[in-house]
Every structure is written in C-alpha cells, then in structure tokens.
C-alpha cells in the first residue's frame, strides 16, 4: 500500500491583524533578529511596523531591505554577510516570494558551509538545522511561507538554481491578508496566476496525494471566485481574505505533491528575460495545457468544474476544453500579454528557447507532468507561448 508524507511550518498563525504577532512568535525563537524584505514593504511601512513588532518584544532589530522582484545570489550573499556579521539567531522575512526565499537561503547557509549552488548540483546535503525564519507574505501568490523550496537565479550563468528541503520549511509562517492592500492590480494578477498555477500543477502532478488533492481543490475554488475582485477593487477584504488563505493552500498543495512543467518552462524564462516568475507562468499556462489535455482529461475536467460550476453537466473532453478556456479568459481578464507583448524580441528568444527547453528539463519540474516532454517538445511549447492570443487565436503556431 502507498503511503504519502505531508511537511508543514511547525506553526501557522492566519486572518486579519495576524501580523501584529510576529514579535511574539520572534521572541520564542531568539533575541536578535535579521529583517528581510525589499524597498516596496520599506516604502509602504510595513518594514517600519515589523521593526516595531519585534523591538515591542525586546528584540533587536537588523534590516536588510534590498531584494528585487527576482532573488539573486547577489541579494543572498548581501543577507547573508550582514547575518553573520551581526550574529542574528533569527530571521523575520516580510514581503513577496523573493524575500521569502532569499530568506530561507540565508537561514540555510548560516548553519551550513558552502554555496547555495552546491546544495542545487547536490554536492552538499544539509547537515545543520537552519536558523529558525518566520515567513510573513505580503502577496496572496507564491505560497513561499508554506514551503519547503528556494528559487534563486544566479545571475552569472542566467539560471533559477531552484533547491527542495525539508529544512527550508519556514519554523513559522503569519499570513494577514491585510498586507496584501497595498499590491498593485498588476503584482495582485500576477501573484494571483502563480497561486493558480500552484494548485493546478498540484492537482495534475503525478506526486499528487489525498490531501495535496483537497488543498489545489479549494485554492483553485477560491481563486475562481476572488482574484478578479481582488484585482479590480484592491480594498475588497473579503478578496484579499480568500485569496491569501488560497495562496497558502496552493503553496502547501505544491510543495507536497510538486508543480510540473508550466513551472518548469517559466523559470528560464526568468532568469534569462527578467519576466516575474507569476506573469511568465500565466503566459504559459494555457499553452502547457492544451498540451497536456489528452493525458489529464479527466482531472482537467475537474479544474474547469470547479471553476465554472455551470458546466458540472458537460462531458470530461467538453469541461477539459472549457477549462482552459475559462483561464484564458482570467488571462484576459488580468491584462496577460504574450512574450511578444511583453517586449522580448523575437530572435532573441528563439535563439534562447534551446538552452531553456534544456534547464526547463533539468529543473526535474517537467517530469511531474501527466505528458512528460521532450527537448524539442518544450521548445515548440515557447514558439507557441511567444505569440500566444488568449482570445483563442493562435499566430505563428
């Protein structure tokens, strides 16, 4: 008989004002604690409200406030140097995904020796527990709070080095929907997107489980049905409330039963095109569905029940289509553009697809898939992606 693992936080604390008790939650764990976060939380306050939080608890503060929209080696040595040199014995993390993981980078490296790079090429295994980190997201998207990876490009070779350990697990994780307000419509849909794509690719993974099964169920439900409101009204509560509770499962569902080949297409788009982790899965997702139907037919047919509950009474094949079509239209519906649309030039992106399709592969993302792809396959997936109409139309394909 076979038996499934499930790996959390060892702590979740959820709902509105929940942020108030990360000082609390810091105080059990250390007495001086490393800042993590970026120039949009420091712009906002929210930077300025965790200091306060946590000095309120008499802890000592350290702020590094520095990550981009994409984390880098060159953020994670930053952190990092600024850890050690301070003798942190915690790491409070607030932000987007990049913060997070950047974070759980920086938790890993203080208590283990090496590179981040040796840990991915599996040179290194993690033999010391990480500092404890506190995950506190602040878009309803990437699920980082709730799992156990880390993404970081390492900007020489223009690769997303993507790492999965349990040890990377954040110790605690504070979601406050609350903290969402302040995303822009574009962060909102893309972060958003990422959040469906999480639970989809969970949901369709061939490492799915009962549970993980249960989790994508709901997220997928829950962002049917609140990420248009969440991206047309920023002060829907009500939206943001669901959608950060849905960003969690979907992170959850993922980080147990993994995501698959959308994730695995999008990270070399990252890191070679700089294109937010959550837009160039929305730019891939229908693509990489269409592909994907005549192996999933019947889980596909689910998604779009879930989505559209009108159409329970259609066939699998008819409610596997409609499916896809429904997200298109999300697509639609959040201002996606194409990788055309998007600025990156045509031949440089053709000239790329080669070596993407390949990292695409190596990421072992792609092996989760109901259809696992080949090279070649992956590449032609990127032509179409390119200049991909959500309207249904396909150019250049």
């Known amino acids: 008989m076979a038996f499934h693992e499930l790996l959390m936080p060892q702590r979740i604390v959820y709902g509105q004002g929940s942020f108030a008790e990360v000082g609390q939650e810091a105080r059990r764990l250390g007495q001086k604690a490393l800042l993590i976060s970026d120039p949009v939380m420091e712009k906002v306050g929210n930077v300025a409200a965790c200091e306060e939080h946590l000095q309120a608890q008499g802890l000592v503060c350290v702020t590094y406030a520095k990550v981009d929209s994409e984390p880098t080696d060159i953020h994670l040595a930053e952190a990092l140097a600024l850890c050690r040199d301070e003798r942190c014995d915690v790491i409070v993390a607030v932000g987007g995904g990049s913060c997070l993981d950047t974070a759980k980078a920086v938790a890993l490296l203080m208590t283990n020796e090496g590179q981040i790079a040796e840990y991915v090429a599996k040179a290194k295994t993690v033999v010391n527990k990480p500092l404890p980190l506190i995950a506190v997201p602040t878009t309803a998207g990437t699920g980082s709070e709730v799992t156990k990876m880390t993404v970081i490009t390492d900007t020489a070779r223009q690769v997303k080095m993507m790492l999965a350990d349990p040890a990377l697990l954040p110790h605690a994780a504070i979601v406050d929907p609350l903290l969402s307000v302040s995303c822009p419509p574009n962060v909102t849909a893309a972060t958003g997107i990422d959040a469906l794509c999480h639970a989809i690719e969970a949901y ?194």
């Open 204 to 397: 369709l993974s061939r490492r799915a489980q009962p549970a993980t099964d249960i989790w994508a169920r709901t997220a997928i439900e829950l962002i049917a049905t609140h990420l248009r409101r969440a991206y047309e009204d920023g002060a829907d509560f009500e939206a943001r409330d669901k959608m950060a509770f849905a960003s969690m499962l979907a992170g959850a569902a993922f980080s147990n039963a993994s995501v698959a080949l959308v994730h695995g297409m999008s990270r070399p788009i990252g890191a070679v095109f700089h294109v937010p982790h959550g837009i160039s899965n929305a730019m891939l997702l229908p693509a990489v569905l269409a592909y994907t139907k005549e192996a999933a037919v019947g889980r596909l047919a689910e998604i779009g029940r879930l989505m559209q509950p009108e159409i329970k009474a259609l066939s699998d094949e008819q409610a596997a289509e409609a499916t896809i079509e429904e997200i298109k239209s999300l697509c639609l519906d959040l201002h996606i553009p194409s990788l055309r649309h998007w600025g990156i030039d045509q031949q440089a992106f053709q000239k790329a697809a080669p070596k993407m399709a390949v990292d695409a592969l190596a990421s072992g993302s792609p092996g989760n898939n109901p259809k696992i792809p080949t090279v070649e396959e992956i590449v032609r997936l990127y032509h179409i992606a390119y200049d991909y109409d959500f309207r249904g139309k396909l150019q250049n394909a």
